[in-house]
């Protein structure tokens, strides 16, 4: 089974700066694709930034700028820095991966348990 829990959540001002952490554990034998989504009240879950194993990335039209994905392979982990935060940004932040089990080519989708950003003066 793999694990991926996330850490660096909290409560910051506007104009304020976070930095999220997803470590990956358990039976993993390489990870493809890492990402971070959020959900707020009411609305869907959407895609923020995620980041492939070779370092390319991809950001959400509202972070662009703003936001910056990056990862650790050595020790299965991704971060996400988040500068000027803005209230719209409060939500609760999923990272989400894709892993190879085994040496065989299947990849299983995971994802983590949600930390909170609230973003509010």
């Known amino acids: 089974q793999v694990q991926l829990v996330e850490s660096g959540g909290g409560l910051v001002q506007p104009g304020g700066s976070l930095r999220l952490s997803c470590a990956a554990s358990g039976s993993i034998f390489s990870i493809n694709r890492m990402g971070w989504h959020r959900q707020a009240p009411g609305k869907e879950r959407e895609l923020v930034a995620a980041i492939g194993s070779g370092g390319s990335s991809n950001y959400a039209d509202s972070v662009k700028g703003r936001f910056t994905i990056s990862r650790d392979n050595a020790k299965n982990t991704v971060y996400l820095q988040m500068n000027s935060l803005k209230p719209e940004d409060t939500a609760v932040y999923y990272c989400?991966?894709?892993?190879?089990?085994?040496?065989?080519?299947?990849?299983?989708?995971?994802w983590g348990q949600g930390t909170q950003v609230t973003v509010s003066s």
């Open positions: 989400n991966a894709d892993v190879r089990r085994t040496t065989s080519y299947v990849y299983y989708n995971y």
